[in-house]
């Protein structure tokens, strides 16, 4: 897997910063709905796993959203304080994982 080779090398570059963006994705039964903090936990896990590392630069972001596409989808725009347990999940895997400041 590419991305597995690419956070292999992470460790070679202590400036690095890893962001995961939260924004809706479609699931496999057809819904719609934004990263759980499980998901975003689990990629902050495999960021652990493959660098060795629990001390990553490691950012949570949602995208700018237009209220209309979204309203349009039948879903909610996100808003940065319901990031809060995204943050505290990856946490457990990630100890410097922030929110992006907007």
Request: hydrophobic letters at 40%; zero cysteines.
């Given at each position: 897997m590419n991305i597995v080779k690419s956070l292999g090398l992470i460790s070679q570059f202590p400036e690095a910063k890893l962001q995961t963006i939260i924004q809706p994705v479609k699931r496999e039964d057809g819904s719609l709905s934004y990263l759980?903090?499980?998901e975003v936990a689990a990629i902050a896990k495999l960021i652990q796993d493959t660098t060795g590392s629990n001390k990553c630069n490691y950012l949570i972001k949602r995208k700018p959203q237009d209220r209309k596409d979204l309203?349009?989808?039948?879903?909610e725009p996100l808003v940065s304080n319901q990031l809060l347990n995204n943050r505290s999940k990856a946490r457990a895997y990630q100890v410097y994982a922030e929110i992006e400041k907007s």
């Open positions: 759980t903090p499980s309203a349009v989808q039948g879903i």
